[in-house]
């Protein structure tokens, strides 16, 4: 099979298309034939040896990519969630990667069966950002029907599926996005679009019950402001500040709260999510996709964050 691997740590130079041998399902695992793929910033991240959880991973010989959808082609010992012929898609659990290939062993736990209508591109675009944002809001924000939501970032990979995932849930949601950008925030169900080159959204004089801070750019600090008493400011990125601050307000529960998404794996979470889609609320937007051989291609448009919706490589021949 093809497979995408990182030979070191660096620039797209240390991409390398190889051949591989087909991997075999253990117990409780499924043998995926991948359609698609999406990128995500972690993945260049590696590539580079910029990953905060570097340290965890080989050096060398890592096939990248976590979220994959495809068709299940064998089944390992104990499943009995899905069979064979069956489109599933998933995230990779912790140091588990291989999405960038064309088979890849996925542990039944973390997959979810595609929803009717749904794309393989579609799918495995909304994994990983969709099951952030779901964390984020639902098990991090506790968000309830009727609360007023602000997403920033509201365009890109999570904040496109944090938008509609708090729609969905019954929340009121204002955007940050750039002005160009305002029109599909509106389409994706925000009642209100702050340009965020044109007004900061500290200055508004709003407040919102949680505020979903999707690239982790504006920081608890400086967000507390536009906070409602007992508000919820959720990041999606680990800094030092975030993370003190996390730990600091559980400790004062009536005060204004910072808390950090750390995305994990799991498919009944997914599944949760494909019952948004089944109803209309959800739908991944695929910003543009690549065939395998231009992963290269696909990593510089991840890093210039100016994409909206997800970037997706296309697998199956």
């Given at each position: ?269 997914l599944a949760a999510l494909d019952d948004l889609v089944a109803r209309g ?37």
């Open positions: 099979m093809r497979a995408i691997v990182a030979t070191g740590r660096g620039g797209n130079e240390v991409l390398e298309l190889q051949r591989r041998a087909v991997p075999s399902p253990g117990p409780g695992e499924l043998l995926v034939r991948v359609a698609a793929a999406a990128v995500n910033p972690r993945d260049w991240m590696i590539r580079s040896g910029r990953y905060p959880l570097q340290f965890l991973l080989p050096k060398s010989g890592l096939v990248l990519g976590s979220d994959l959808a495809g068709e299940v082609v064998a089944l390992g010992g104990g499943c009995t969630r899905f069979n064979v012929g069956d489109r599933v898609h998933a995230m990779q659990p912790g140091r588990r990667f291989g999405a960038f290939a064309d088979y890849a062993v996925v542990p039944e736990g973390v997959a979810a069966a595609i929803p009717e209508g749904l794309s393989d591109a579609e799918a495995a675009a909304m994994t990983l950002v969709g099951l952030t944002a779901w964390q984020g809001l639902v098990e991090q924000a506790k968000l309830e029907r009727g609360q007023e939501v602000l997403v920033i970032g509201a365009s890109g990979g999570v904040g496109h599926m944090a938008v509609q995932v708090a729609v969905g849930l019954g929340a009121r949601v204002t955007g940050v996005s750039s002005a160009d950008s305002a029109g599909l925030v509106r389409e994706l169900g925000a009642a209100e679009v702050i340009d965020r080159k044109a007004e900061r959204f500290q200055d508004t004089g709003r407040r919102w019950d949680v505020i979903f801070d999707a690239f982790g750019a504006a920081g608890f600090g400086a967000s507390r402001v536009a906070l409602a008493d007992g508000g919820v400011y959720v990041s999606t990125w680990p800094t030092p500040k975030v993370i003190a601050a996390s730990l600091a307000t559980r400790l004062a529960p009536r005060a204004r709260q910072c808390r950090l998404v750390a995305v994990r794996s799991d498919g009944e979470d609320s959800v739908r991944p937007r695929v910003a543009r996709t690549f065939p395998l051989e231009e992963v290269a291609a696909a990593f510089d448009a991840s890093r210039s964050f100016s994409t909206r919706g997800k970037l997706v490589l296309e697998i199956a021949r």
